[in-house]
């Protein structure tokens, strides 16, 4: 057999996307920065409210609006509460949120994306219709009329910002599915027997994945600043719950009076998560890209 | 020897531009208008057959029909009009979109010609394979893993191979797991759609043997597309030439690349790069094709191509006529004939 | 035959980086093409054939680098040539045609602009002449109706036809080499034959040398002169073409031969080829990277290739080819 060649074995699934991934991370330090930025995000999420020095919501008026000292390493606002203990609790609540939203459109967008590249036709037009119809609103506006709507709920955030995102998964989804509709591997999953609903989800969805999950970390980015956005004019999340968008709309009312400590924290806080998934999505998407594989 | 597969005026027409939108189409059902918009004659009144154990060619250039003709024989598209009997079994009346839970689906299964395209890249080669097996044969457990491995060794696919995911294979083994996968559940007919085309020479040599071995092995029919002629004439009992849609000549393999009888077939084989000849053989064709978009049944498709071509062309369009082995649709086939043979 | 060759590769060797390693995909390759003179470079995937006609026309991937030799145009080395002097020399004195003609064309100008370009760079067109000069080089490749065609996009016309244009571009400048690097896979074989036709007829009348690169050995024998076989990064042989298919000296040649479906009678008759390829990012690959799967292989074969004579008809890199046909002259005699 002269074609089976004397190759050496090269590793197959986990083994091969871990040395991959470290592979990337490491020929990019900046995908590596971000990587041990998100992992201490989760842990911060994670462990914060165990490790912080100070109850997040106990207010001490006495020590109102202190500046960042060796006791309160952010300052106090202005009820007295330790800021830097709020930022650190607040990182679970908006983890959660930028979470929790993105798996939900992806299953919204993807799902109803991939039906509708697949199958053309009339699903094709009826999500297509849906999804131009959500882009007919600017999307903030849209996002806060549905808060605005169903209530003032951590809820109601996840799926205004699910909403709001779904025309973008959905479309990617569907350009990806209709590529893969006629490729050589789905008339051979015909040929073998398979129902169309079986090729969608075993044929077409596990190869549109990978592209959504590069998509997902960016909209995670996107999820935290819309809850953020939120919160600042009054629709989010309600006070005292600790999230960076009330700490930062409670906190900008101090900036004139000199107190940006307030308002500095929390903000600096939005813009490093902010910042990390995005360039995570950076090194993800070098991760997918089967042009960067050997 | 008894007919495997019997194909019967089979034609196959796309509307031009994918046709009227759906609103148009609601419409119609309601006002009942007829359809008058242009279409493409792919595949346009195609009959032939394939008996038991052959192996039957079909050769055509891009846009001949022959990749439309194949996707309708394996039931991936449906045909305009036509029948395809299976055995007994008339396959055109069920439509292709259900076609895949048919108990009949395993009797047809295909090759194609990019193991690596036809391969979804998240399969390994096991799941490749154990897939039809799975569900035209509901095996599971160790009985699908031995058939697997059975089926694996027969293509000379070494076992250790089945865990590699389509693009850690070199272009043979790839294309020896396409093969596994189509053969696993035992089809009647196996259509090889260019199985060699993206593959090295030396590499073609050891699956064409492998292919002919397999045939003789487990009395399959095949029927093998290519464009590749000198891969044909050794592979191939009989061989179909298609042009525009038609079957333009049939015949045994050998005594078509011999004594082509259709012009068309002869430029082709004029076209075929020898080892022991130079390029003088000057029969080469001239312009483009006719448009396939409702051509006018009079005119002989290969008109305004054809070294010759006189006033009989354009009026009446040539049938297939037989010469004992041999079928050629063509005004003078007569002319290039052997010797002289009676018309049947 | 004049004595200076139009192209002279000499020891010519190109190594690429890659993740797993480097790849040493090209070593001591030489051949020269003379003028006037159509060679073939012939081989399978891997061997080469490719990154050679790269690596002189300077466009090699940026992991790619020539680690050694030269390619001599005239009197400029290529391969060692300033960015300046490759810009002016590429397209006047040596053009390059690709296997996918649509993809080779840029997709949003129109064909005729596209050569016009050639032709006021390269040709020494004026600008205001240019477009009529476009539409005569479209006639010249035998595109009917040019007026109109030069408007087209690529995107209008057939495979073929887009092949045609890209011999005008590659001709436009009327250089003295045109590598054609497989011009024709992907293309009806009746499109194949006229595009040939097309490309010997327009060298003969240009007096321009060509290389061709293919896989297709039967393809190469009808349309050249000579045929350069590659095997793994190395020319293993290098003769007249009817001299190679009748007297193979190579092992790998004579199997490549055997394995070509034209020379069989039926199936059981074609021979496959024994073993693969090695994997070119060892680096403990043997002098001859062909012993390992070679049948005639002895022990002088751990030793460097021999060079052959310069200037030979014939030139076979074995220590133990196939013998050479009776000699019946001394000027005959075999490297």
Redesign the interface.
Known sequence: ??????????E?GVAALIKHSR?IIGENPVTGFAFGLFVLIVLAAILGPELVPYNPLQSDTAQALQPPSLHHWCGTDQLGRDVFSRVVVATRLDFFIAVASVVLVFLMGGLAGVAAGFFG??TD?IVGRIADTIMAFPLFVLAMGIVAALGNTVQNIIIATAIVNFPLYARIARAEANIRRD???V??????????W?ILGF?IL??VFPILVVQMSLTMGYAILNAAGLSFIGLGVRPPTPEWGIMVAEGATFMVSGEWWNAFFPGAALMIAVFCFNLLGDGLRDMVD?RR?? | MTTMLDVADVSKLFPVGGGPG?WARLKRRFTGGVETLPKVYAVDDVSFDIAKGETVGLVGESGCGKSTLV?AL?R?VDVSSGSIKLGARELALKPS?V???DRD??R???V???AG????????GFD?IA??LR??RKLRGKALKDRVETVARQC?L?L?LL???P??L????RARV?IA??IAVEPDLLVLDEPTAALDV??QV?ILQLLQRLKREFGMSYLFVSHDLSVVRLLCDRVLVMYLGKIVESGPATEVFEHPLHPYTQALVAAVPRLHDDAAARLRLIGEPRSPIDPDPNVCRFYGRCPRGTDTCKITMPALRSFGARQVACHFAEEFLPQSKSVS | MSTEPALSVEGLSVEFR???GIVRALDNVSFAVNKGETIALVGESGSGKSVTAYAVMGILDPAGRVSAGRAMLGGLDLLAATPRQIADVRGRQIAMIFQNPRTALNPIRPVGRQIADVLVRHGNVLRKNAPAAAIEMLRAVGITDPARRAKAYPFEMSGGMCQRVMIAIALAAKPSLLIADEPTTGLDVTTQAVIMDLVSDLAKDLGMATIFITHDLALAGQRSARIVVMHAGHVVENAPTQELFAHPRHPYTAELIAATPDSAANLDELA??????P?LRRTDLPPCRYSE?CPRKIDACAQPLPHGVPGAAHIVACWNPLPARIITTPTESAA
Do not use: K
């Open positions: 057999m002269s074609d089976i060649a004397v190759t050496p074995r090269p197959g592979y036709g009339w037009r490729a050589g591997f008339e051979a999953a015909r040929l073998s027997g398979n129902a169309d079986r044929q596990p190869n089967p594989r050997t | 759906a996707r394996t991936l979109r076609f895949a839970r689906r395993a047809i299964q295909m194609f010609q990019d395209e036809s391969v979804n890249p998240r399969f390994t490749a897939d039809p569900r035209l000379g070494p250790q865990t590699r995911f693009h850690q070199s272009g043979g083994q396409g996968r189509a030396s590499v050891v | 890659t993740r797993s496959a080829i024994p073993g693969s390829l994997d799967r």
